[in-house]
């Protein structure tokens, strides 16, 4: 599809097309019966609801926030995984990401310090604090990672490895 084809009755499709990618499940738009992959996105929230940004809503804390369309980081950006054990027996991971993607969230985190992080695992919200510190390469998920989420994502970090991704 061509950029033009993305305009229809003189408005951008893309944030449809987008919130779509975030909101189902990465095997759903998958043919054929393949193997699901994992989907990674990490959105800052931002304050200008413009051509490039999109709603989103969130349940904890229930609210509306726009986040713009491109994520600051994704499933390409991964280097490494550990599961990590939260409370109450809940399980989450920490996520290592490249140099590249480090910077990036260390810079937008710095500016944006006050706002929402989301993370999303396969259309999934797992986790959307709101900004306190500065994030390097380092993210901290505290909980809502199941072992098929980290079974993909270890999975994603071999793959990255493989194809040079990551680095």
């Known amino acids: 599809m061509t950029f033009r084809g993305c305009i229809r009755g003189g408005k951008l499709l893309f944030p449809l097309v987008l919130a779509a990618g975030l ?7 998958q043919a054929g019966g393949e193997k699901p992959k994992l989907v990674l996105r990490v959105y800052i929230q931002n304050e200008d609801p413009g051509s490039r940004s999109m709603p989103l809503n969130l349940t904890d804390p229930d609210q509306t926030i726009h986040i713009n369309v491109d ?10 995984v550990e599961p990590y054990a939260g409370e109450n027996g809940e399980t989450g991971a920490v996520i290592h990401f490249s140099r590249h993607a480090g910077l990036l969230l260390n810079a937008v985190t710095i500016q944006k310090t006050g706002k929402i992080l989301v993370v999303s695992l396969n259309g999934r919200i797992v986790y959307s604090p709101v900004i306190d510190t500065v994030i390097n390469e380092t993210l901290l998920i505290p909980r809502g990672v199941t072992p098929e989420d980290m079974a993909l994502l270890q999975a994603m970090v071999k793959e990255n ?3 040079g991704f990551g680095n």
């Open 23 to 29: 909101l189902l499940p990465a095997g759903a738009l």
């Open 71 to 80: 994520p600051e980081a994704s499933e390409r950006d991964l280097e490494a």
């Open 161 to 163: 490895k493989k194809h």
